[in-house]
């Protein structure tokens, strides 16, 4: 069964790197997303991204954070000069479609980043 | 804004019960609704979609959807401990290009 792959599995980096984390989405969907989900918290919406440009971001994806696709499989997530509260599960995502019924999306296993 | 409401629970329910799991939205609009089961340190991993008023069954899961209460819920039948998780409930709107997830419910299931 096609999946989300996504690593690193889990990343610890130093306050103020960067991070690049890495997904290949389900190779006949054509909208990617990340999500975030801090400890014990409900998961949260970040960008979502199609035809080679973001379609939607949410409130936390701000200038510190840039995707890519730099090419026809890959999917990045860039966190820039990060924080301790940038600590958390970043999830991969990606469907066929969006917004219209019987779109679903799958998830990545997810990136565990942990920022000390 | 559009927001996703559950209870956090935790709901414990005995092995063999029904547990029976809810879920509001804000958005009249929203077309394509999702429940996803997380255990911990996992990813959503998808159970059911609903999209039209009633009922949807597959296998132990049945979702209800009512759009005029912009309420929608999920029934697990016959319980197992192994159904003990995080379920997430999730709504896309038509248009939008994300999903919003509700907080979750953490279900245990009891032996």
């Known amino acids: 069964e096609p999946e989300v792959t996504q690593t690193p599995s889990h990343q610890v980096t130093q306050m103020g790197q960067e991070v690049i984390l890495r997904c290949v989405p389900i190779?006949?969907?054509?909208?990617f997303y990340w999500y975030r989900q801090i400890l014990g918290q409900k998961v949260e919406f970040l960008v979502s991204?199609?035809?080679?440009?973001?379609?939607?971001k949410s409130e936390i994806f701000d200038d510190q954070f840039s995707v890519e696709r730099p090419d026809g499989s890959n999917f990045t997530l860039k966190i820039r000069s990060t924080k301790l509260e940038d600590s958390a599960m970043y999830f991969c995502?990606?469907?066929?479609?969006?917004?219209?019924?019987?779109?679903?999306?799958?998830f990545g296993e997810g990136s565990w980043l942990t920022v000390v | 804004q559009k927001e996703v409401e559950q209870n956090s629970g935790p709901l414990s329910v005995p092995e063999g019960a029904i547990a029976s799991l809810n879920c509001t939205y804000s958005?009249?609009?929203?077309?394509?609704f999702f429940w996803y089961r997380q255990y911990s340190g996992k990813s959503p991993e998808l159970i059911m979609s609903?999209?039209?008023?009633g009922d949807k069954e597959d296998g132990r899961f049945t979702a209800q959807l009512n759009k005029a209460s912009q309420y929608v819920s999920l029934l697990i039948r016959d319980s197992q401990p192994s159904d003990s998780a995080t379920y997430l409930c999730?709504?896309?709107?038509?248009?939008?290009?994300?999903?919003?997830f509700g907080p979750g419910t953490r279900l245990s299931v009891l032996p």
């Open positions: 995502a990606s469907s066929e479609s969006t917004g219209g019924l019987g779109n679903t999306i799958y």
């Open positions: 190779s006949n969907h054509l909208y």
């Open positions: 991204f199609y035809n080679n440009e973001i379609s939607e």
């Open positions: 958005d009249r609009g929203s077309q394509s």
């Open positions: 609903i999209y039209s008023n």
């Open positions: 999730a709504v896309n709107s038509p248009g939008g290009q994300n999903f919003v």
